[in-house]
């Protein structure tokens, strides 16, 4: 290989490079912003302030505000199915896989704050899809839906919950999930985040749970049995 098209292609590996900088920029600023002011509201301009970057460089690597909105849930939300997924595949029982998926869930939209701002901020209820406003937001939210759906549907094959609609409870499960975040967000994200997913659970394994299960499944969640 010539010592010229060594360096042409030295030279194009950093463009690529300084280009995805540009673009985990770009994300991250617009994260923050779309979570103060909601989509309609924001401006690229204050996006590209945020960012550090100039519009030209913002449009050289995200086209439009639209583009740059989708590209914030592509990433976040492959995140968060990746990080389901590896509790999906675990070796564990179906109740014990219903408690690590809930506590890494809770623990993925509380640390990633701005992201949890951006999707509160719709005010659109998380469990119903046709509100969704991205095809990645709907995308995810389906697969996300018949994944608990059908661990739920596990959990009761193997007698641990009270049968009922597995779409049904997953869907109340989200919504819940929805409400607590907000209510956490609300107070100053001031509580202590396992407290949170803790409290989250008692509630989900209360209201699932066999009579007859319960205080095993909360010895399993790692929570003191009911008085």
Do not use: N
Not at 40 to 51: N, P
Not at 179 to 194: N, S
Not at 212 to 223: F, N, P, W
Request: net charge negative; aromatic share 6%.
């Amino acid at each position: 290989m010539s010592t010229l098209s060594t360096a042409a292609k030295a030279q194009e590996s950093l463009r690529d490079k300084k280009r995805e900088l540009y673009r985990e920029a770009v994300l991250d600023a617009a994260e923050r912003v779309f979570g103060e002011e909601g989509y309609e509201a924001t401006k690229v301009q204050r996006i590209a302030a945020e960012a550090g970057v100039s519009l030209t460089t913002l449009y050289g690597v995200l086209e439009s505000k639209w583009e740059i909105y989708r590209a914030v849930h592509r990433r976040r939300l492959s995140e968060v199915m990746r990080l389901t997924q590896g509790v999906l595949e675990a070796d564990m029982s179906s109740l014990e896989i219903l408690i690590a998926g809930t506590r890494t869930q809770l623990a993925f939209f509380m640390e990633r704050r701005d992201f949890t701002k951006m999707q509160l901020k719709e005010v659109t209820a998380w469990s119903t899809i046709e509100l969704l406003r991205s095809p990645e937001q709907v995308e995810a939210l389906g697969v996300g839906l018949d994944l608990v759906a059908s661990l739920l549907r596990s959990c009761i094959d193997d007698g641990y919950l009270i049968d009922d609609d597995p779409e049904l409870m997953a869907r109340m499960m989200i919504a819940t999930q929805q409400v607590r975040l907000a209510m956490w967000m609300d107070r100053g994200c001031k509580e202590d985040p396992d407290r949170v997913a803790d409290a989250a659970l008692r509630h989900l394994l209360r209201s699932y749970c066999k009579a007859g299960q319960l205080a095993s499944a909360l010895e399993a969640a790692g929570l003191r049995a009911e008085p």
